[in-house]
């Protein structure tokens, strides 16, 4: 193992920080590890290192650079790895190693169906930095997002299954029969199939005010970032289910959890609505927005704005968690497959895009219904499809015969 002198600060409650970790083992490299939470000297180390901002993973490097909040693509540039797949030519490209991903990698290995997964950061997508899942079924006592997520990722590399991390995708295309897909590196990968399961990413609500203070009292993981702000009131703008199971997990933190909605009643469901509603930490706001966020490096307060009376206050929370709403991550493929008037990748009945033997799961595609479950579900769906398309496909071949 090299003796690269690293030391990662951060939390164990960070999603951020553990995968940081894990990549950083996966590379047999070794780091130091200091918990901001238990070492008073490290928490004022990540401050200064970030102006005032306590951000984390803050890794500091043997030539005294540091790298915060890096992705892994990132880390693996700095540490001068080259991340690549052990061949060029696979059965099936699985882009994105979040549950439908994973899934769909299981299914289609167990089929013999050679299998290679592209994940750009960390393996679990948002299911790996979510806080805890109640309705995933067979887990009675509930389950946490990340745990779930490594089992997954363990399951799939026992049925023999290549992960690839550390690299984004920038294009994709097809050759003949062939798809092509182009890492960010310049490596060129070639497969029979192709599974698109990048997931999505959380809007901004583009007021002013929001870019400078991100990560400065504005944040988007309730997970990730809840605990830095122990005993202070929070603000949660979305009153969705993600805006509200965000907000009553925030509640194990907060002095008091204050919901934001621009409509006049919550989007979330009925059981979340009633334990929001009976949550003595919690206040929902109804038919309000927000105006700017105001500070200098941090966070001071929140200009918010009644829409009825068109009345202006000002509240003073420590953090502001923004769920609003999700992109889809179709940057690479925007102008190779359709996408919907959301952006969303659009596809058949059998998952198939408009680009034969591309196929899309998960939150990413057109009408999915954004939970774990409905996603592990189109990535077996979709595998199956796959596996149908693949016979065909040699059928043909077969038929004309190559």
């Not at 509240?315 to 992109?327: S, Y």
Request: hydrophobic share 35%; proline share 4%.
């Amino acid at each position: 193992m090299p003796e690269t002198k690293i030391t990662v600060y951060g939390a164990p409650w960070c999603p951020d920080c553990k995968r940081a970790k894990q990549f950083l083992g996966d590379q047999r490299i070794r780091y130091n590890w200091v918990d901001i939470d238990q070492d008073e000297t490290g928490r004022h180390y990540v401050q200064q290192a970030n102006d005032g901002k306590q951000i984390i993973p803050t890794i500091e490097f043997e030539d005294g650079s540091i790298l915060v909040e890096p992705t892994n693509a990132e880390l693996a540039a700095k540490l001068g790895i080259n991340p690549k797949a052990r061949r060029e030519f696979y059965d099936l490209i699985v882009v994105g190693g979040g549950p439908a991903g994973l899934t769909a990698a299981i299914y289609a290995a167990r089929e013999g169906i050679e299998t290679l997964i592209v994940e750009r950061s960390g393996v679990g997508g948002q299911a790996g930095v979510t806080e805890r899942i109640d309705n995933y079924p067979g887990f009675a006592q509930g389950v946490k997002e990340a745990d779930l997520a490594d089992e997954m990722r363990t399951q799939a590399e026992r049925f023999g299954v290549e992960i690839l991390p550390a690299q984004a995708i920038t294009g994709l295309m097809v050759d003949g029969d062939h798809k092509l897909i182009t890492t960010e590196s310049g490596d060129e990968y070639c497969s029979k199939a192709v599974l698109l399961a990048t997931g999505s990413r959380y809007q901004r609500l583009n007021v002013p005010g929001e870019e400078d203070l991100i990560g400065a009292g504005i944040h988007f993981c309730a997970t990730c970032d809840g605990p830095l702000y122990k005993g202070q009131d929070m603000v949660v703008v979305g009153g969705g289910n993600s805006g509200v199971e965000e907000g009553l997990f925030l509640t194990k933190f907060a002095n008091k959890v204050t919901v934001l909605e621009v409509r006049d009643q919550l989007g979330a469901s009925q059981i979340l609505r009633e334990k929001a509603a009976g949550h003595p930490e919690m206040e929902v706001r109804l038919g309000t927005t927000v105006e700017e966020f105001r500070g200098n490096g941090k966070l001071s307060s929140v200009v918010i704005k009644n829409v009825a009376s068109g009345e202006v206050e000002e509240l003073t929370p420590g953090a502001v968690f923004i769920f609003i709403g999700l992109d889809p991550n179709v940057d690479f493929v925007r102008d190779t497959v359709d996408l919907d008037r959301f952006g969303f990748i659009t596809t058949r009945p059998n998952l198939e895009t408009s680009m034969d033997g591309v196929f899309a799961a998960g939150d990413v595609r057109g009408g999915s219904t954004k939970q774990v479950a409905s996603a592990v579900g189109e990535g077996a769906t979709a595998a199956l499809m796959i596996r149908q398309f693949s016979e065909k496909d040699q059928g043909n071949r077969g038929y004309k015969g190559d």
